[in-house]
């Protein structure tokens, strides 16, 4: 089997982390790998599988002789060194929002759209966490029933903000208990014991950019600008796994049964559905995995075609470090 020489930029962050891991675990033919950080990082070592590779400076010249640079470091980042790292000859799977709306950058969830990998220019764009999840069950619907409208609800993790909003969520946890206060840094108020109605900023419109990113992402992986959709995305106190209550306005009418089917034989997707016995999906059950896990399915009573249904995701695995790596899969095992 050919083998590839693999840069992960942002190796240190949480998602960085996650990327290094996700290609071990996947026996992803790697040849050589570089973990690139910013300077303040260098003399870290992270393990790769038995190894322990050392973390060096992201320069321009980093990817020489690279194959695919797996980015996660802020827009900013890739703006800055993906055109180093095309220039030189490897391609790009970005995990951040900079490149997912540009023309000609594909948007790709292999499960979905993966012939779209394959229009790539250089760089390919892995979708936001929470629209990465909801694109899966969604397909199923749009492929057999048609969808006329969306609106999705999310309960999002704390690890969707890094480690630093993993660290306010411990903290702010500890001193509420021993009747402390640490006041918000990382989010707009107290993540602990608490909902907050905003991930970003809001636009004029009086939608969060999250919101916008959810509605505009799903269009395009699923190359339909016709679908109606709005969105609220919330943050919850959770440290792993985003929760979203989706209710879809289908264009013919569909049986539950045949839906559950359908979901179950799609790749990527568990079905958890028997409420009898209080089986549905959860984001602590989910951690750790790579499924996008599906239940609750019932009819929308107010409207005609509606479904209402529950997904969760490990927003870390599917939502960003293992969609990234099933992208580079897709490309070699043409």
């Known amino acids: 089997m050919k083998k590839y020489k693999v840069a992960v930029v942002g190796a240190t962050g949480v998602v960085g982390k996650e990327i290094t891991d996700t290609l071990y675990q996947?026996?992803?033919?790697?040849?050589?790998?570089?973990?690139?950080?910013?300077?303040?990082?260098?003399?870290?070592?992270?393990?790769?599988?038995?190894?322990?590779?050392?973390?060096?400076?992201?320069?321009?010249?980093?990817?020489?002789?690279?194959?695919?640079?797996?980015?996660?470091?802020?827009?900013?980042?890739?703006?800055?060194?993906?055109?180093?790292?095309?220039?030189?000859?490897?391609?790009?799977?970005?995990n951040t929002s900079h490149f997912r709306m540009v023309d000609g950058v594909p948007l790709v969830v292999?499960?979905?759209?993966?012939?779209?990998?394959?229009?790539?220019?250089?760089?390919?764009?892995?979708?936001?966490?929470?629209?990465?999840?909801?694109?899966?069950?969604?397909?199923?619907?749009?492929?057999?029933?048609?969808?006329?409208?969306?609106?999705?609800?999310?309960?999002?993790?704390v690890s969707g903000a890094g480690k630093e909003g993993i660290t306010e969520l411990e903290q702010q946890s500890r001193a509420n208990l021993s009747g402390q206060?640490?006041?918000?840094?990382?989010?707009?108020?107290?993540?602990?014991?608490?909902?907050?109605?905003?991930?970003?900023?809001f636009q004029d419109n009086g939608y969060t950019k999250e919101e916008m990113k959810m509605i505009n992402e799903t269009k395009k992986i699923l190359n339909d600008d016709s679908i109606k959709m709005t969105a609220t995305t919330v943050r919850v106190p959770v440290f792993v796994g985003h929760s979203e209550s989706v209710n879809v306005q289908l264009k013919s009418a569909f049986k539950l049964d045949d839906v559950r089917q359908l979901m179950s034989d799609m790749s990527g997707v568990t079905v958890q559905d028997d409420p009898a016995n209080s089986v549905y999906p959860t984001p602590r059950d989910s951690a750790g995995k790579d499924d996008v896990f599906v239940g609750r399915f019932r009819h929308d009573l107010s409207i005609e075609n509606g479904l209402e249904f529950w997904c969760v995701s490990d927003n870390l695995r599917k939502g960003a470090a293992l969609n990234a790596v099933q992208i580079a899969e897709t490309l070699i095992n043409v």
């Open 26 to 94: 996947r026996k992803f033919p790697v040849d050589s790998i570089k973990l690139l950080a910013s300077k303040n990082s260098v003399g870290q070592c992270l393990p790769f599988g038995n190894d322990e590779i050392d973390v060096e400076e992201l320069v321009e010249t980093s990817f020489n002789d690279v194959d695919y640079a797996l980015f996660s470091a802020g827009g900013s980042i890739s703006e800055k060194f993906c055109p180093f790292a095309v220039k030189s000859g490897a391609v790009c799977i970005d």
């Open 110 to 157: 292999p499960e979905v759209n993966p012939e779209s990998a394959f229009s790539h220019k250089g760089i390919i764009a892995n979708p936001n966490c929470s629209t990465a999840q909801l694109v899966l069950p969604l397909k199923v619907l749009h492929d057999h029933y048609g969808i006329e409208r969306i609106v999705v609800s999310t309960y999002q993790s």
């Open 181 to 201: 206060d640490i006041p918000p840094s990382v989010f707009q108020h107290h993540i602990a014991y608490n909902v907050i109605p905003q991930i970003d900023v």
